[in-house]
């Protein structure tokens, strides 16, 4: 068995790849690889040779749309791979994303081939992929109820803190990403985080956001 297999990271986050042999391990040339936060870890480059587990950290989504523009669709978080990976690469298509890291983070890349035949004879790997697109069809269906139902300052102050804790109250991300998350315009969530600056509830900079009274945002939302 290769060494990967005994790296404690990989098996405790992904339980579900216990059951691959000795083999199927060798040929699929397992790697685990590091990227800092704002990093571009995967796109149709990489989608045409690896697969992709995600280990640590968390990562952004994005569609890319025929005129090149990327629209967050998506996160990935530890345990998880892109189900779109999976759907582009069983049906013969480019991968239509990109995957960018919020965090730094850990991924495990394998080859695509071994990939995708893993999802097709391994069911606890099957299960968790099909799995993982079922809860994103089902989050993307919440966040367009929400959108449509919401106020925006609600709906921000939901994304930040989804994506920060009392621990790592820091998000790296731009007002332009923050606003293609939550379905508005970078000018409408800037007034809206100076606003929560002068509260005293937010510092941002350039590139990045972080959460002083988490208190006062988690009121707002009704937590």
């Known amino acids: 068995m290769t060494s990967i297999v005994t790296n404690k990271l990989v098996l405790e986050v992904l339980p ?26 995967f796109q149709r480059e990489e989608a045409a040779s690896y697969g992709i587990f995600l280990l640590r950290g968390s990562a952004r989504i994005s569609q890319i749309g025929e005129d090149g523009g990327e629209r967050g669709v998506n996160k990935l978080n530890p345990g998880e791979s892109c189900a779109l990976l999976v759907l582009s ?3 013969g298509r480019d991968y239509p994303a990109a995957i960018e890291a919020e965090t730094e983070v850990e991924a495990l890349f394998v080859s695509k081939l071994s990939f995708l035949r893993w999802v097709q004879e391994y069911e606890p790997i099957r299960k968790t992929v099909f799995g993982s697109l079922l809860d994103g069809i089902i989050r993307l269906g919440e966040q367009l109820q929400s959108r449509q ?25 731009t007002h332009n990403e ?27 900079g350039r590139g990045w956001i972080k959460i002083i009274r988490r208190d006062e945002l988690e009121a707002l939302v009704g937590d």
């Open 178 to 204: 923050l606003a293609s998350e939550i379905g508005t315009a970078r000018e409408v969530v800037s007034r809206t985080l100076q606003r929560y600056q002068r509260n005293g509830w937010v510092e941002t």
């Open 149 to 173: 139902t919401k106020p925006l300052d609600i709906r921000l102050a939901e994304a930040l803190l989804r994506s920060t804790s009392e621990r790592q109250p820091l998000r790296r991300m």
């Open 89 to 91: 690469g069983l049906s």
């Open 16 to 41: 579900y790849l216990r059951d691959i042999c000795p083999e199927d391990w060798a040929n699929a040339q397992p790697e685990v690889r590091i990227f800092p936060a704002k990093s571009r870890l």
